[in-house]
């Protein structure tokens, strides 16, 4: 049974900070490719960030500088730190995970809201 489970949303101020944890099991986790997915209300699913399997990071531009994907193959969890929160970084946030072999995963979603 493969799991995806995300925490960490919740409401911001503009210009804080937000950590989502995804907790990853019934996958051969070290071998997976791990990222981060957002969807607005009104849009479509957009990437926001990937790790590799050895730990190389690929984030979308609106990410670029102010977000940073990380993950620990020990205890199975990818983490993305979101700093410089914009009212526009409101969406549900998804985490995936994907292989050549096995294909791919998504966890339910966790909410995050920037707003004064």
């Known amino acids: 049974q493969v799991q995806l489970v995300e925490s960490g949303g919740g409401l911001v101020q503009p210009g804080g900070s937000l950590r989502l944890s995804c907790a990853a099991s019934?996958?051969?986790?070290?071998?997976?490719?791990m990222g981060w997915y957002r969807q607005a209300p009104g849009k479509q699913r957009e990437l926001v960030a990937t790790?590799?399997?050895?730990?190389?990071?690929s984030y979308a531009d609106s990410a670029k500088g102010r977000f940073t994907i990380s993950r620990d193959n020990v205890k199975n969890t990818v983490y993305l730190q979101m700093n410089s929160l914009k009212p526009e970084d409101t969406a549900v946030y998804y985490c995936?995970?994907?292989?050549?072999?096995?294909?791919?995963?998504w966890g339910q979603g966790t909410q995050v809201t920037v707003s004064s």
């Open positions: 995936s995970a994907r292989s050549t072999m096995y294909g791919s995963n």
């Open positions: 019934g996958i051969i986790f070290r071998i997976y490719v």
């Open positions: 790790i590799s399997s050895g730990g190389s990071p």
